[in-house]
């Protein structure tokens, strides 16, 4: 996705300072691997010696200490070789984790708007599978990487000092094997790139039909869903088997060129040796050395795919560490001396990213001011931006122009922390954690007192925790998937309600409340309301009854601000949302929402009351 492609060197050089710690031990691992590749070099020249001086000349004095130096360098290779293995293999878990602890955080600091883009598949893979890639390249990639090109380099310095005429014959083979790795680098890189990508695709496959599983079934999609899980993993497979038969090529040529030179090397040395040239020491200590070099060439292929492979991987997680942190903390923050909540939108204008080309700005200067205490209620079509305007003042997104003020200081004058503290939502689709009741209420509070939590949920009317099998330390289900949509709207507006904010921002808070609780809920949160600015996005009119005034959203505008009588007597459009807000109504959106999400024990109580509503 960088305009500009670093060298593998340089891509990968990035991981340097997540590595550092664990340098000494790696370094401490490539002198091991190091030892044990010379000592095996070093085996074929004691041969030379046992050859030429024991056997030939008939000296039988020097068999066995050399036969015995042989075997010690022998174990002194293995033991060498150990070593390595134990020196790489546990510091790269650390390496591995704080590079996972650092995503993690990225992720947190990152922007709502890089979630928007980002599927969570793909971010995934990269927290998984592309890290524990990285570490094992760490471990055993570099290290033989290093120590196999090492021992190629020092074996064909030896193999010239054996034979000059020979070790040329054998370098003359760098270059076929050159030209087949260059051609094998082009083939695999492309392939290697394209499956880490399709890996994190079929992630976020798997993620979105674990998630939607619900609807994929009740709607019978289940089948449709398998076949294009299906298609996805075929296209993994495809490229998956091009990766193969890439590494199939190298791995050819990579044992024939090695091969056919040394069937063109025992020629020339066997003439050689006839001639007088070469001792059969020379040429014994020629073969064995070159049979030593073997696995390190042979591994040129395995080792290039797996930097190839590292290097992607490296690439796919710095794409996220890089992105930027466009909503921080302020260099030189302000405070708010005394929190009074008042809030004012000043020229606030705003547009997504990918919003098209020429079209106006979604909020084109919203002027709307909060004073302190007081409910204003949002009204506008659907789609007319109040999700978006209510996500403003805690900076879930930046304006794109003009401000968001609170108390006289604008939002982005204040560190985040401060801000939030300030303000608390609760939005229309509620978002739990798989946690117990309590930690999901008081999630947001700094007062963490039984009076809080029993405050919150008596105000949400979320009187429902108490009966839960272990009451408020029921630990609910991943996203809170085993409440209805109407007990987890309750529990994140109790969570609102618990942080105890100066300004409680509520969008569409209660639309999963069947009418009779939600009047409770509005009784109960009049009381907090007349102490807390309040902005409701209003989803009925009994909502709107709510408010001390009513803001009527417009193209991108607050066309209007009065009360709902007003406004129902002189404004033409608040009269034709209202009406479009009545006919939500009959629909009864709570018998739509909860086919969908299944119906659950817990939810009885309210079933039975919807009947005897409707009946
Ligand atoms: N995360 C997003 N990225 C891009 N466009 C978005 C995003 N969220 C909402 N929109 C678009 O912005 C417009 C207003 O959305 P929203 O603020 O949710 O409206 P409302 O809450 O009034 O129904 C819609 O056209 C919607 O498609
Ligand atoms: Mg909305």
């Given at each position: ?47 030379q ?11 039988s ?45 990225k ?13 969570s ?34 074996g ?46 079929l ?15 009740a ?16 296209e ?22 090695p091969?056919g ?8 040395g ?25 696995f ?38 302000e ?23 020429g ?7 919203v ?25 403003l ?5 930046e ?23 300030h ?6 689709d ?34 429902f925790a ?75 009119p ?5 408010a ?20 129902l007597?002189?404004?033409e ?9 009545e ?33």
């Amino acid at each position: 996705m960088s305009a500009e492609r670093l060298s593998t060197g340089r891509a990968l050089a990035r991981l340097l300072p997540f590595v550092r710690p664990a340098l000494p031990r790696l370094i401490g691992g490539i002198v091991a691997g190091l030892l044990a590749g010379l000592v095996a070099l070093a085996i074929p020249q004691v041969l030379q010696v046992l050859v030429d001086s024991a056997l030939q000349e008939g000296d039988s004095s020097a068999v066995l200490p050399a036969v015995l130096v042989i075997v010690g360098l022998g174990v002194f290779e293995a033991v060498a070789i150990l070593v390595r293995r134990w020196l790489v293999l546990t510091p790269n878990t650390r390496v591995e984790a704080s590079m996972r602890n650092a995503l993690y955080a990225k992720l947190q600091a990152l922007p709502v708007a890089f979630h928007d883009r980002w599927p969570s598949g793909q971010l995934l893979s990269r927290a998984v599978s592309d890290l524990n890639l990285i570490r094992r390249w760490l471990a055993f990639g570099v290290v033989l990487l290093v120590v196999n090109g090492v021992t190629v380099i020092v074996g064909a310095v030896l193999l010239f000092g054996i034979n000059p005429l020979l070790g040329a014959v054998f370098l003359a083979s760098a270059l076929p094997i050159w030209i087949v790795a260059m051609r094998f680098e082009k083939r695999y890189s492309r392939a290697a790139r394209r499956s880490q990508d399709q890996a994190g695709d079929l992630a976020t496959a798997v993620e979105e039909s674990v998630h939607g599983i619900r609807v994929l079934k009740a709607f019978g999609r289940g089948p449709h869903a398998l076949r294009k899980f299906e298609r996805q993993a075929e296209e993994l497979y495809g490229t998956e088997m091009e990766k193969a038969r890439a590494i199939a090529f190298i791995w050819r040529w990579l044992t024939l060129i090695p091969d056919g030179t040394l069937a063109v090397c025992l020629v020339v040395g066997a003439v050689l040796a006839a001639q007088g040239a070469l001792t059969p020491g020379e040429l014994v200590a020629f073969f064995a050395t070159a049979t030593v070099l073997r696995f390190p060439i042979e591994s040129i292929g395995f080792l290039l795919a797996f930097t190839l492979d590292a290097r992607n991987a490296t690439d796919r997680y710095f794409e996220v560490l890089s992105e930027p942190v466009t909503i921080s903390d302020p260099e030189d923050p302000e405070n708010i001396a005394d929190p009074r909540g008042r809030l004012e939108f000043r020229g606030t204008r705003f547009r997504y990213p990918d919003a098209a080309a020429g079209t106006p700005d979604l909020l084109d200067g919203v002027d709307l001011v909060l004073e302190p205490g007081e409910t204003v209620a949002l009204v506008g079509l659907t789609g007319s931006g109040k999700s978006t305007l209510t996500a403003l003042p805690s900076r879930l997104y930046e304006v794109t122009g003009g401000a968001v003020v609170l108390d006289g200081v604008d939002v982005r004058r204040l560190r985040l922390a401060e801000l939030r503290r300030h303000i608390a939502m609760a939005f229309e689709d509620a978002t739990l954690f798989s946690d117990t009741v309590r930690e999901n209420v008081l999630l947001g509070s700094e007062d963490r007192s039984e009076e809080t939590l029993a405050e919150a949920l008596e105000v949400a009317q979320a009187h429902f925790a108490y009966e839960l099998p272990d009451g408020v330390e029921t630990v609910i289900g991943e996203e809170g998937l085993s409440l209805s949509g109407g007990q987890r709207q309750r529990l994140a507006l109790a969570r609102a309600v618990a942080a105890k904010p100066s300004v409680l921002i509520l969008d569409d808070p209660l639309s999963a409340l069947d009418v009779e609780t939600e009047e409770l809920v509005e009784a109960a949160l009049r009381r907090v309301l007349a102490s807390t600015t309040a902005l409701v996005v209003a989803h009925r009119p009994s909502t709107v009854m709510l408010a001390d005034r009513v803001a009527v959203l417009e193209d991108g505008r607050i066309t209007a601000v009065g009360r709902h009588s007003e406004l129902l007597a002189t404004n033409e459009h608040y009269r034709f949302v209202i009406s479009s807000l009545e006919d939500d109504d009959e629909l009864d959106d709570e018998d739509a929402r909860d086919a969908e999400s299944g119906e659950r024990d817990g939810d009885r109580d309210e079933t039975s009351r919807r009947a005897e509503v409707s009946a």
